[in-house]
Every structure is written in C-alpha cells, then in structure tokens.
T-cell receptor, first 114, second 115 residues
C-alpha cells in the first residue's frame, strides 16, 4: 500500500537557519506529491506540489522541495527560517491512476527559536 | 471569496449523543472529504464523495455517517457508535477533472470534545 514517511515528529531550528523537513514515499511508480502547512487550530494550506514538470518545485513563503526518484524522497527546504514558519507540515501522496484520495504523513512540527 | 466553511468551530457532545458537523464549499468542486486529525497521527480519511448522491468509506469510517445531497454540502454525523470521537475534524474538497495533480482545499476545522 502507498505510504509516506516523515522522519521525526519535531524539528527545531534557529531563526535564519536552514529548514529541512524530510518526506519519503514507498512506491515503484512516481506518485503525485504535495506539501501542506497547518497553523494551530486551522485547516491545511498547500505549500507546493510536484507535477513532474521539474524536479525542483518552488512554493509559497520561500519553501521549495526536490523530487529524487532514486531516493523516493520529496524533502522540503527553506534557506532561512522565520518565526512565522512555526507550524505543522504534512507530506501527502496520490498514486497515479488512483481516485482523488491523498495519503498523508504523520506530520512534523517545526519550531523556530529566536 | 471562494472557500470551505465548517461549523461549528467547537462542539461538545455528551456520551451517547449523535452530532452533525457541517461542511459547505463554494468552489464548485465535485469531490469532498472528511478527515480526522489526532496528535501525532496525521490525517486519516473518514469518508469521501466524488459526486452527488455517492460516497465511499475511507480508512476509519466506523461510527461515522455522511450524506451528499447537494454538490456544495457534505455533512458528517458522528454517531454514538464511535468510541473515541474527541478529535479535530477537517473537511476538504477538490476538482476531479484535470488529472491527479489536483490539490485538496481545506476548511478551518471543527474541534469535537466528548464530555
């Protein structure tokens, strides 16, 4: 069954430091990949999505993700963390040919220290 | 503005009661979804619907029911059969045309607490 793995449940960085949130998927077929962000007590907001047009995908708020087929990964990065980036981040996948369902990872909470 | 509304934002239920969570969208999306979110468990799919008058069970449908009588609305009923209903519930919608790149749009959520 298709699944996604987000390593670790919590990441803490200093303001201005690099943000790296990991996502690996298990599939022999390149899936359709998404990153979402959730601020406390709110719904999810799309950060970016992989559409096979380019392996490096740029999203909102300065985030980007790189699709690496050989590593079955789609890690999320941001060069310089801001206090406002503190939130929970979810990676999600959809199998090719599947209906519209998404499978979500368990999420990673990002804390940003002043 | 187009979007998804969920009501109420907070809901308290006594054990043994059924409660209904509202979800409305004006994005003209065909597909709608209900997720349950618990700390450290990500989002788990309860039910989804890709067209009016049709819906399918997700991964954790037991103790829940839905209806899809209108394209804009997809209410979720948490029944007394749901043993541990305290959670954050999220509704989402998406297009079904245009292929698998379609993202899901989320509402602000309803936090249900069983007293």
């Amino acid at each position: 069954a298709q699944s996604v793995t987000q390593l670790g449940s919590h990441v803490s960085v200093s303001e201005g430091a690099l943000v790296l949130l990991r996502c690996n998927y298990s599939s022999s077929v390149p899936p359709y990949l998404f990153w979402y962000v959730q601020y406390p007590n709110q719904g999810l907001q799309l950060l970016l999505k992989y559409t096979s047009a380019a392996t490096l995908v740029k999203g909102i708020n300065g985030f980007e993700a790189e699709f690496k087929k050989s590593e079955t990964s789609f890690h999320l990065t941001k060069p310089s963390a801001h206090m406002s980036d503190a939130a929970e981040y979810f990676c999600a996948v959809r199998l090719t040919g599947a209906n519209s369902k998404l499978t979500f990872g368990k999420g990673i909470t990002l804390s940003v220290r002043p | 503005d187009g979007g998804i509304t969920q009501s109420p934002k907070y809901l308290f239920r006594k054990e043994g009661q059924n409660v209904t969570l509202s979800c409305e969208q004006n994005l003209n999306h065909d597909a709608m979804y209900w997720y349950r979110q618990d700390p450290g468990q990500g989002l788990r799919l309860i039910y989804y619907s890709q067209i009016v008058n049709d819906f399918q069970k997700g991964d954790i449908a037991e103790g829940y029911s839905v209806s899809r009588e209108k394209k804009e609305s997809f209410p979720l009923t948490v029944t007394s059969a749901q043993k541990n209903p305290t959670a954050f519930y999220l509704c989402a919608s998406s297009r079904t045309s245009g292929g698998p790149y379609n993202e899901q749009f989320f509402g602000p959520g309803t936090r249900l607490t069983v007293l």
